[in-house]
C-alpha cells in the first residue's frame, strides 16, 4: 500500500501526517486525533483529489497509524489504500501495488527520495531537494515521468514463455564448449587408435565432441554476446515467478537505459560526495546502491527531453548553488525505469532464439559422460 499519494489540486506528494496537517490548515479544522475519526468532508476530498503514485487511479482512503496498547509502539504505520468500489475501480492490473501488498511495501522501481539509509541515498536526497528549491524540477514533474513510465509499461508489453532451465544450461554451455578456432579447425577422425595415444588429451575431444553437437546454438549466443553469467539464478526466478503472465518489455527504452547510466557515472566521477562512495575506473559498480541515483540521474534526462547535455546542465546549476537544502521537499517516490533492466532484457532475447531442446543433462556432465564413453572404446578405465 502507498505510503505517499499525490495530490492533483495541490501538485505535490504527501504522506498521510502532511495530508491531515495541510487539511486542518485549509479547512480551519483541528487535525483530528487518533481516536477522533477523519470529517466526512476530508475523505470525500481524498477520494477525488489523492491520485495512486504508480498507476494514478483515485479513491484514495487513508488508514492512519496505530500503537501497541502494551508498550506503545508503532504497530502499524499509516498509509493509503485504493479499494474497489461504486465510484473507482482500484488500482490497475499493472500497478505496482495492485494485490496483497504491505503498508510498508516500495516497489523494486520506485525510490523514496527522503530516505536517507545510506551515502548515495543521503547525496541524493539533497540534489533532489535542493533542485525542488532551485525550480530547476517540481513534484509535478516527478510525477509526470512516473506516468509517462506507467504508460510506456502498458504499451510495451510480452509474455513470458521461457524454459527456467535454459539460462543455467545455456551459461554452462557458454563456460564449457570450446574456443572458435578449435571448432573451426580441420576435424581429426577419433578412431581407437587415436584415442589410444598415450596422454590423449579426453577432456579437450569430449568437449570439442560436445560443443560441435551444440554448434548452432553456441554460435548464436556467442553472436548476440549472451552470456547470463551471475544473472543465472535472477533469470530463473524471473522466468519461474512470470511465466505465462505479460509483463514490460524494458528493450524500448534501450537508448534511455544507455543516457541514464552515463548521466549517473558522470555525476560519481565529478560530484565529490558521490566520488568518495564510488571506484574511479566503475563508479557505479562501486555503489552499494546505486538505485537512487539512477532515479535522479532519470528524472534529470526526463525533464531534459532525454538530452544528455542538457541533464548534465542542470545537474551542474544544483552542485553549484550554495543553497541549504530543505529535507522537507524531498518526502516523494522517485522512480528508476531501468530495476531489473539487464536481467529482463536478456530473458526477452533468450526467448527470441530459435527452440532449443534442452538435454537432460548440463554440459559439464555431458562432456563428462563423453570423456567416459571415449575411454570405454579405448577399452581404458574411465
Not at 527504452?253 to 566503475?282: D, E, G, I, V, W
Amino acid at each position: 500500500m502507498p505510503l505517499t499519494v499525490f495530490s492533483a489540486s495541490r501538485r505535490m506528494e504527501l504522506d498521510v501526517q502532511q495530508l491531515l496537517t495541510q487539511l486542518g490548515a485549509e479547512t480551519g479544522y483541528v487535525m483530528p486525533s487518533k481516536s477522533t475519526p477523519i470529517p466526512e468532508s476530508w475523505k470525500v476530498h481524498c477520494s477525488t483529489d489523492l491520485e495512486c503514485p504508480s498507476c494514478f487511479c483515485t479513491g484514495a482512503e487513508v488508514v492512519r497509524a496505530s500503537k501497541s496498547k502494551v508498550d506503545g509502539h508503532d504497530v502499524r504505520q499509516a498509509y493509503f489504500r485504493f479499494p474497489q468500489s461504486d465510484s473507482s475501480a482500484g488500482h490497475h492490473p499493472f500497478c505496482d501495488f495492485s494485490g496483497n501488498v504491505s503498508a510498508a511495501f516500495i516497489p523494486e522501481n520506485l525510490v523514496q527520495f527522503s530516505s536517507a539509509k545510506d551515502g548515495v541515498s543521503r547525496v541524493v536526497r539533497e540534489l533532489v531537494c535542493k533542485g525542488i528549491q532551485l525550480e530547476v524540477f517540481t513534484q509535478w514533474d516527478i510525477r509526470r515521468m512516473r506516468e509517462w513510465f506507467f504508460q510506456t509499461k502498458l504499451q510495451s508489453q510480452f509474455t513470458v514463455t521461457l524454459d527456467p532451465k535454459l539460462p543455467g544450461w545455456l551459461d554452462g554451455l557458454h563456460r564449457h564448449a570450446s574456443w572458435p578456432q578449435d571448432l573451426d579447425a580441420v576435424p581429426i577422425e577419433l578412431t581407437t587408435e587415436v584415442l589410444g595415444i598415450p596422454g590423449f588429451n579426453f577432456e579437450a575431444a569430449a568437449t570439442r565432441e560436445v560443443s560441435q553437437r551444440h554448434r548452432a546454438t553456441l554460435d548464436i549466443i556467442r553472436e548476440k554476446r549472451l552470456y547470463p553469467g551471475a544473472m543465472v539464478e535472477r533469470l530463473e526466478k524471473l522466468a519461474t515467478d512470470y511465466h505465462g503472465k505479460s509483463v514490460y518489455d524494458p528493450t524500448v527504452l534501450q537508448n534511455h537505459f544507455q543516457l541514464t547510466n552515463r548521466l549517473a557515472a558522470f555525476m560519481c566521477s565529478n560530484h565529490s560526495p558521490l566520488r568518495r562512495l564510488s571506484k574511479a575506473h566503475y563508479p557505479l559498480n562501486g555503489l552499494k546502491n546505486v538505485k537512487p541515483l539512477l532515479a535522479f540521474s532519470a528524472l534529470r534526462l526526463f525533464i531534459s527531453d532525454w538530452h544528455l547535455d542538457a541533464a548534465v546542465s542542470r545537474f551542474a546549476q544544483i552542485v553549484s548553488s550554495k543553497l541549504q537544502a530543505d529535507e522537507t521537499l524531498g518526502n516523494v517516490m522517485g522512480l528508476n525505469p531501468f530495476h531489473d533492466f539487464a536481467a529482463w532484457a536478456m530473458l526477452k532475447s533468450f526467448q527470441e532464439l530459435p527452440a532449443i531442446q534442452i538435454p537432460l543433462m548440463g554440459v559439464k556432465e555431458e562432456i563428462a559422460f563423453e570423456v567416459a564413453e571415449m575411454k570405454r572404446r579405448a577399452g581404458l578405465p574411465s
